[in-house]
């Protein structure tokens, strides 16, 4: 492969847990963290492709490369403070920052637990937390390569610190079929978001039965619980949205105004899936309950 280095990404994005992270709950820890002094690239997985200065084309399981507006949602970022929950290899936080936002992306801490589904039958797979790690190494290595100044806080998404501060947007960007609770997740991001929340989330990923697709079109608030237990499959994905379940998230948690929008994505082997995006937007910024530091 002679123009591009081909990085297996299979893994899941991150996933969070709700119990909080020891070290950031002890008093006047700052959750936020330095780069590593050394990362090499043999220790990485990249979950996005992505253009390195000092490698090229890196490509991965997901390319939004192609049309990472849409994932957005279309919504302007330059000058704005934006928040980037579950950055995985970091595609969006460093497309957000060269679109002219002051990021911060924040992912789970290294101690947290992971959201796995705990059946019954059958072991959690090995490796998982390994994984997660090297996704985590990916993130750094293009941080450095890219020169990038994003900011990198952890912790429990589930109980987002004040102590990141507040910011004018959020991207949510498919993580919440990764959440056992994903509005109790929403709940805690929005209490640090100004004025816009984004959530995008894929369709179609996993096969679906019939009722399934039909739920999917019905234009009704719903979510589908997508683990089985023969097999003990899916282990990292938990729920299937519809865009009105967000939607209906979204303005219960205060963000009154939402406008859903479509799209396909690509993977690297050229297969393109379907995402909605959610943008919900407060009618009043001064409304919003900021989370104080603690």
């Given at each position: 492969m002679?123009?591009a280095?081909?990085?297996?990404?299979?893994?899941?994005?991150?996933?969070?847990?709700?119990e909080?992270?020891?070290a950031?709950?002890?008093?006047?820890?700052?959750?936020?963290v330095?780069?590593?002094?050394?990362?090499?690239?043999?220790?990485?997985?990249?979950?996005?492709?992505m253009?390195?200065?000092?490698?090229?084309?890196?490509?991965?399981?997901?390319?939004?490369?192609?049309?990472?507006?849409a994932?957005?949602?279309n919504?302007?970022?330059?000058?704005?403070?934006?928040?980037?929950?579950?950055?995985?290899?970091?595609?969006?936080?460093?497309?957000?920052?060269?679109?002219?936002?002051d990021?911060?992306?924040?992912?789970?801490?290294?101690?947290?637990p992971?959201?796995?589904?705990?059946?019954?039958?059958?072991?959690?797979?090995?490796?998982?937390?390994?994984?997660?790690?090297?996704?985590?190494?990916?993130f750094?290595y293009?941080?450095?390569?890219?020169?990038?100044?994003?900011?990198v806080?952890?912790?429990?998404?589930?109980?987002?610190?004040?102590t990141?501060?507040?910011?004018?947007?959020?991207l949510v960007?498919?993580?919440?079929?990764?959440?056992r609770?994903?509005?109790?997740?929403?709940?805690?991001?929005?209490?640090?978001?100004?004025?816009?929340?984004?959530?995008?989330?894929?369709?179609?990923?996993?096969?679906?039965?019939?009722?399934?697709?039909?739920l999917?079109?019905?234009?009704?608030?719903?979510m589908?619980?997508?683990?089985?237990?023969?097999?003990?499959?899916p282990?990292?994905?938990?729920?299937?949205?519809?865009?009105?379940?967000?939607?209906r998230?979204?303005?219960?948690?205060?963000?009154?105004?939402?406008?859903?929008?479509?799209?396909?994505?690509?993977?690297?082997?050229?297969?393109?899936?379907?995402?909605?995006?959610?943008?919900?937007?407060r009618?009043?910024?001064?409304?919003?309950?900021?989370?104080?530091?603690?």
């Amino acid at each position: 492969m002679s123009d591009a280095l081909r990085i297996s990404a299979d893994a899941a994005p991150f996933a969070f847990s709700e119990e909080n992270d020891p070290a950031a709950a002890s008093a006047g820890a700052s959750p936020f963290v330095q780069r590593p002094s050394s990362i090499r690239f043999e220790d990485c997985d990249f979950y996005h492709s992505m253009d390195l200065p000092d490698r090229g084309p890196v490509v991965a399981g997901w390319d939004f490369r192609e049309a990472p507006e849409a994932y957005l949602g279309n919504v302007p970022v330059r000058d704005r403070q934006v928040l980037d929950v579950g950055p995985a290899s970091g595609f969006f936080s460093f497309f957000l920052e060269r679109s002219g936002a002051d990021v911060v992306a924040f992912e789970i801490a290294p101690d947290v637990p992971l959201d796995l589904v705990p059946y019954a039958a059958g072991e959690r797979p090995p490796g998982t937390r390994r994984s997660l790690e090297r996704i985590r190494s990916s993130f750094w290595y293009a941080h450095r390569a890219l020169g990038s100044h994003v900011r990198v806080a952890h912790g429990s998404v589930y109980d987002v610190p004040g102590t990141i501060g507040s910011f004018d947007a959020a991207l949510v960007g498919s993580v919440l079929l990764h959440l056992r609770d994903p509005f109790l997740a929403l709940s805690s991001i929005a209490r640090v978001v100004r004025r816009t929340l984004i959530v995008t989330e894929p369709t179609g990923i996993l096969p679906a039965t019939f009722v399934e697709r039909l739920l999917r079109r019905s234009g009704e608030a719903k979510m589908i619980f997508l683990p089985e237990p023969s097999g003990a499959r899916p282990v990292a994905t938990w729920w299937t949205f519809t865009p009105e379940v967000v939607s209906r998230f979204l303005r219960v948690l205060g963000f009154e105004n939402t406008t859903v929008t479509r799209h396909t994505q690509r993977r690297s082997d050229g297969r393109r899936h379907g995402f909605f995006t959610v943008v919900g937007e407060r009618r009043d910024p001064r409304e919003a309950r900021i989370a104080l530091p603690r």
